[in-house]
């Protein structure tokens, strides 16, 4: 698929920023699990005006840690960006019966994994951890974005395995994705996270991140 058709609807639906989601199906075809009943892939290209999520949380958001495991890899790659929400959507749940934002979801082996949308980082004496891509979660680019900027900030960046005591005992907590940007989150299971507030690594980050996002051609410089 050309990129211009993404910048195709952009234009009709005037936006210079906006969020979009490019879906593809195997197309219409027999039912069934055989690939081959659909001769050709439908593509659909969405586009729509959108502010951040939490954006209104300006003190942060709290969070739960989910009683719900991510999608082992043997199952299904966390690599692959898909559509197969179900165990988000059941996590999303937990989230709206506790009366939070979000909710930290785990791997099979007890390691923290992501939120039902986001990528999570840990902050601790000014050095940055944040699950590595084989613990389930997905590489997401407003991820890679974040562990550059940090590095440019002098901050140390570990990608490793994260337990849930390293997110109660943590100085800072924040989590990045598309639709969300950079969010901090400032209390979770109930626990304040440091003292409540939001933290100043979180700040530097976020400036950075935000001269990065609106900076011409700087999109291009990611390795």
Not at 30 to 35: A, E, F, H, L, T
Not at 107 to 122: D, H, I, K
Not at 127 to 142: F, H, N
């Amino acid at each position: 698929m050309s990129s211009e058709v993404v910048v195709e609807i952009l234009r009709k639906n005037q936006l210079k920023n906006g969020y979009v989601r490019i879906v593809i199906s195997r197309g219409a075809g027999k039912m069934g699990v055989d690939p081959r009943n659909c001769a050709q892939p439908t593509i659909v290209v969405m586009a729509e005006p959108r502010e951040p999520l939490f954006r209104k949380k300006v003190k942060g958001i709290s969070a739960i840690t989910s009683s719900l495991r991510r999608t082992p890899s043997w199952a299904l790659d966390p690599r692959i960006k898909t559509l197969n929400y179900l165990n988000n959507v059941l996590a999303k749940i937990e989230v709206i019966e506790a009366r939070v934002e979000d909710a930290v979801l785990l791997n099979e082996q007890g390691y923290v994994a992501e939120t039902s949308t986001e990528n999570v980082f840990v902050v601790k004496n000014n050095a940055i951890a944040t699950p590595r891509p084989s613990l389930r979660v997905l590489k997401g680019i407003t991820r890679d974005v974040v562990i550059r900027v940090a590095k440019e900030l002098g901050h140390p960046v570990e990608e490793r395995s994260i337990t849930v005591h390293e997110l109660f005992n943590a100085d800072e907590l924040f989590v990045s994705g598309t639709a969300a940007e950079i969010v901090p989150i400032v209390k979770i299971s109930g626990r304040s996270v440091g003292d409540g507030n939001i933290g100043p690594v979180f700040y530097k980050i976020l400036a950075r991140f935000r001269e990065f996002a609106h900076s011409p051609g700087e999109g291009t410089k990611i390795d």
